[in-house]
């Protein structure tokens, strides 16, 4: 019914939204005489942020359409390689006349990218991918919208999730490197064990984790005792919803992302509140550039997709209640996930001191997993002075993160070591 009543609101403010729209662009016309007045600049003002605030957000744009190496603009196009109803496997694909004009005439480290599913695209990366292309080839799992997948399709649960991992590690091949940022932590731990237990020829080189909760037991956030204070059935009974018409998935039972998008901007709705106003203010002032930082920021944020039913609940259930990875009790159809057998894939932990959502502990807990890889095949990095999104995104991840990132994989690759 949630669902339904937040469909029918969207329809019903429509012609409010259009209204609003069409008052924003008389305003700011540069054939109305009165733009530039008090009164001009607030009606424009406010028609904009309501215009904003009730319109929906879609799949975001990469806008990747070029890197940087060695001082020489090199052009970047996106390629599907594999695909399932579930997900799509990009490669960042370089223009390869361009990389040899900027002396690059060997192939770099491949490395799997593989971004949550917990609601928002997978553009969230966007900046991890920007630091990645220059001196990798970067493929990127671009996960589906569960309420996009006709039902026809059939189920997608956590089994699938990690079943997904590993069919797009194999088909990179050549042993890849993988790096797994916030919730796949567990489902690509788990894919490398199986992999590593097989002897497959398509497990990763190296693993990196990336504020993921392997380990959801050490330093607990919010967001985990919430996990653990609710009852399993708390979670079925409120947090799942039925797709509603128009979308191909109608019928399919679905954790909305606009509901966990609620919850997140609940933690912090001051700042929300106050990052609005601000954004008013500035369209009123003729700050263009903070108007636009606003917009870019929040058509990322607001721009959110839905899980399935099973993945979600199997998620909370094995990941945030059970802990089942950690234990050791963790199976994958009906096979028990050993993370003991991983032994020539090597790890690399990073967490940030001030992680609100997977708190320090939960990531280095890998470590502890897997005691059969050499140490000197490990490393375990402490981001100071950052938060979740700043382990992944930011000048503190460009500067001083992702440095430490990109060695670790060339020291762990027997193809590019010194």
Known sequence: ????????????????????????????????PARDSVMGRNISAGADLFSNVTRRYGRPDWGIDQ????????????????????????????????????????????????????????????????????????????????????????????????????TMLGVMGARAHVIGVCQPG????????????????????????????????????VTNRLAEERPFTWFQSNMIY??????????????????????????????????????????????????????VFYDEYLSVLDLTEEFYL????????????????LYHRGRLVDPKAITDIALMTVEGELDDISGVGQTQAAHGLCPNIPDDRKELYIQPGVGHYGVFNGRRFKEEIFPRVAAFIRRTDPDFAS
């Open 242 to 295: 039925t797709v509603p018409p128009p979308h191909p998935g109608v019928l399919r039972r679905v954790y909305p992302g606009f509901v966990q998008l609620a919850s997140f901007m609940s933690m912090n709705m001051e700042k929300h509140q106050e990052a609005h106003k601000r954004y008013f203010d500035h369209l009123v002032a003729g700050d263009g550039d903070s108007a636009d930082k606003h917009r």
């Open 67 to 166: 890197t940087e190496v060695n001082g020489v603009k090199v052009r970047v196009r996106q390629t599907v390689v594999w695909e399932s109803p579930w997900c799509r496997l990009i490669q960042f694909d370089r223009d390869m006349a361009d990389m040899r004009r900027a002396g690059k005439m060997q192939l770099d480290p491949g490395v799997l990218l593989v971004a949550p599913l917990s609601g928002h695209y997978a553009t969230l990366l966007r900046g991890t991918v920007e630091a990645l292309i220059p001196d990798h080839a970067v493929f990127v799992t671009d996960w589906s919208n569960a309420r996009d997948v006709p039902m026809a399709e059939g189920r997608f649960d956590l089994d699938d999730y990690i079943d997904h991992i590993r």
């Open 314 to 329: 199997q998620t909370v259930e094995k990941v945030f209640q059970k802990h089942l990875l950690p234990k050791g009790e």
């Open 1 to 32: 019914m949630l669902y339904s009543l937040k469909e029918a609101s969207y329809y019903a403010t429509t012609p409010i939204r259009l209204a609003a729209r069409m008052t924003r662009d008389f305003w700011t016309s540069p054939l109305n």
């Open 186 to 221: 567990p489902a690509v731990l788990a894919a490398a064990a199986m992999m590593a237990e097989d002897k497959d020829p398509g497990r990763p080189r190296s693993m990196t984790f990336m504020g993921s909760p392997i380990d959801a037991r050490f330093s607990p956030t």
